[in-house]
């Protein structure tokens, strides 16, 4: 079974300061998913940044881009020139590669990191 | 906007008491998924479903079951219901299942139980 540990309960950065988010997962898989969810306090689940283990390369989104080690099982969000927009919890998830499509692809959630953008 | 509705957005019921919870997916989203997210548990998955067949079964109680319908709208259903199944719950809907579609997730629906 796949696990995910976010290790930072709460962060506070200063507006148009840059942040980084720890993310560490333990899988036996050898092709997987990982992704950012942001959960502002509507407590929507929005989508920030996905990431194939089998790409080396970094994804960014805008703000906000990923450091992937992939042999270290880490996947850390770094937002730069933060924003109070950017107040929320912070959910960091696995999924499963699957095989073909309709298989089973289910969310492995972090415990979240509470993240605050002050002036 | 996702384009994933959930209704109701409130749901108030006491113990005992059994409730549905109705999703709708994004336009031509043929995966819905369920999560609970709740103080105690946190986010966890509870069931999937593709093109109307059950794919994936999470830490769901046997209490609580869902479906699909040929429209691929889906609910979840939740009867007996006791104080420790108060907790949001979301649907997600992605294009397809596996190789790591994007899920969408609705704006969940809140359940209290009394």
């Known amino acids: 079974a796949q696990t995910v540990t976010q290790s930072q309960p709460e962060m506070s950065v200063q507006e148009a300061e840059t942040v980084t988010l720890s993310c560490t997962y333990d899988?036996?898989?050898?092709?997987?998913?990982l992704f950012w969810y942001k959960q502002p306090p509507s407590r929507q689940m929005i989508l920030v940044i996905r990431?194939?283990?089998?790409?080396?390369q970094n994804a960014t989104e805008n703000r906000f881009s990923v450091n992937f080690q992939k042999a270290a099982k880490s996947f850390s969000l770094k937002i730069s020139d933060s924003q109070l927009g950017d107040t929320a919890m912070y959910f960091c998830?696995?999924?499963?590669?699957?095989?073909?499509?309709?298989?089973?692809?289910?969310?492995?959630f972090g415990t979240g990191t509470r993240l605050q953008v002050t002036l | 906007d996702s384009g994933v509705t959930q209704t109701p957005k409130h749901l108030i019921t006491a113990t005992g008491q059994r409730v549905t919870l109705r999703c709708s997916p994004r336009?031509?989203?043929?995966?819905v998924y369920w999560y609970q997210q709740s103080l105690d548990q946190g986010l966890q998955f509870l069931i999937q479903?593709?093109?109307?067949?059950?794919?994936a079964k999470g830490n769901i109680l046997e209490r609580f079951s869902a479906q699909q319908f040929p429209d691929l709208h889906s609910e979840l259903n939740l009867s007996s219901l006791e104080l420790g199944d108060s907790a949001l719950y979301f649907c997600?809907?992605?294009?397809?299942?596996?190789?790591?579609?994007?899920?969408?997730f609705g704006p969940g629906t809140r359940l209290t139980v009394t």
């Open positions: 336009s031509g989203d043929l995966s």
């Open positions: 899988t036996s898989e050898n092709n997987y998913y």
């Open positions: 997600a809907s992605s294009p397809r299942a596996g190789r790591g579609y994007e899920q969408y």
């Open positions: 479903y593709y093109n109307g067949e059950e794919r």
């Open positions: 990431q194939e283990a089998y790409k080396q």
């Open positions: 998830a696995f999924m499963k590669h699957g095989g073909h499509t309709g298989t089973a692809s289910k969310l492995t």
